[in-house]
């Protein structure tokens, strides 16, 4: 017999019935992240000039020290050339970022998550804004901004990840544009 294999999903945790393939739920309480604090800490969205077009935090921070600390990190990330790799340490956690097109995405996370994981995020988040634009571009995001903050609440919980499906991802922000154009 294999053993079991135990997943979070949702705030519920499964065990993998291990050669049976079946998976019997644990628990229908929301579970504690296994750390105190939040995976992720914040998203930005942020053109070649160093002007923030998004900005969402999942931690409180005061605005000024914020402000303060967006800034050094925005600097950073456009100094870098493209040899090297897409994160670096700041404070006490880890900057991970991308560029495409004319955005950069810049997420900060705990200090002990995977990097390359952040990187398959923000590609599927781009992936994502990229469906419901047909084609994302920062004017897309400039002028709808409110539709940039839905599709980053589905994804991202309380600065944990809970959603990765396009589908569901785009299905609250599609059925609010078909109610609001009406029949």
């Not at 065990?15 to 049976?20: E, I, M, Q, R, S």
């Not at 105190?36 to 005061?62: C, P, W």
């Not at 590609?123 to 469906?131: A, F, I, Q, R």
Request: glycine share 4%; with cysteine; charged share 25%.
């Amino acid at each position: 017999a294999r053993a079991h294999t135990h997943t979070r999903t949702r705030g519920c945790w499964l065990a993998g019935a291990g050669a049976t393939g079946h998976s019997v739920l644990l628990s229908l309480e929301p579970v504690e992240p296994i750390l105190s604090a939040s995976m992720i800490k914040f998203v930005l969205l942020v053109n070649k000039q160093g002007q923030t077009r998004v900005s969402q935090y999942y931690e409180h921070r005061d605005v000024k020290e914020r402000t303060t600390d967006e800034a050094e990190i925005v600097r950073k990330c456009l100094a870098r050339n493209e040899n090297q790799c897409s994160f670096m340490e700041y404070r006490n956690y880890k900057v991970v970022y991308r560029r495409y097109a004319s955005l950069y995405f810049i997420v900060g996370v705990n200090s002990n998550v995977n990097e390359l994981s952040i990187l398959e995020f923000i590609h599927m988040v781009v992936e994502s804004l990229d469906k419901y634009f047909e084609g994302v571009c920062e004017l897309d995001i400039m002028f709808n901004i409110e539709k940039a903050h839905m599709i980053l609440d589905e994804v991202i919980v309380n600065g944990e990840i809970v959603e990765t499906n396009q589908v569901r991802i785009l299905a609250p922000v599609k059925l609010i544009d078909k109610v609001t154009k009406g029949p």
